[in-house]
């Protein structure tokens, strides 16, 4: 079992920045690939962005490439999400995910087996 919970969202205006954090605890942070996803008012869960167990590799939607940048700490068993340049329609909730290595696919979110309670953020134009 791996327990993730979310920090770091709030209001902000558009073009601000915000940081989000994804403090784990349980079996080894180091073992797992972790995500980001986020779900908007009305709209179906997206995939933001994922990184690698040994952080060597990102991936990002293209609606946020470019904006956002993944990273982790293994040492700290904290996943971050750096996100600039923050625009309206990035008006989510926004969840940490953690999946076992081995598929390729990262934007599909069914293959993440544990997931945070998600935190809030809104963008203002």
């Known amino acids: 079992q791996v327990q993730l919970v979310e920090s770091g969202g709030g209001l902000v205006q558009a073009g601000g920045s915000l940081r989000l954090s994804c403090a784990a605890s349980g079996r080894a942070f180091s073992n797992y690939d972790l995500g980001w996803s986020r779900q908007a008012p009305g709209k179906e869960r997206e995939f933001v962005a994922a990184i690698t167990w040994s952080a060597s590799s990102a991936y990002y939607a293209d609606s946020v490439k470019g904006r956002f940048t993944i990273s982790r700490d293994n040492t700290m068993n904290t996943l971050y999400l750096q996100m600039n340049s923050l625009k309206p329609e990035d008006t989510a909730v926004y969840y940490c995910?953690?999946?076992?290595?081995?598929?390729?696919?990262?934007?599909?979110?069914?293959?993440?087996?544990?997931w945070g309670q998600g935190t809030e953020v809104t963008v203002s134009s």
């Open positions: 995910a953690a999946r076992r290595p081995g598929y390729s696919d990262y934007e599909n979110l069914r293959h993440y087996d544990y």
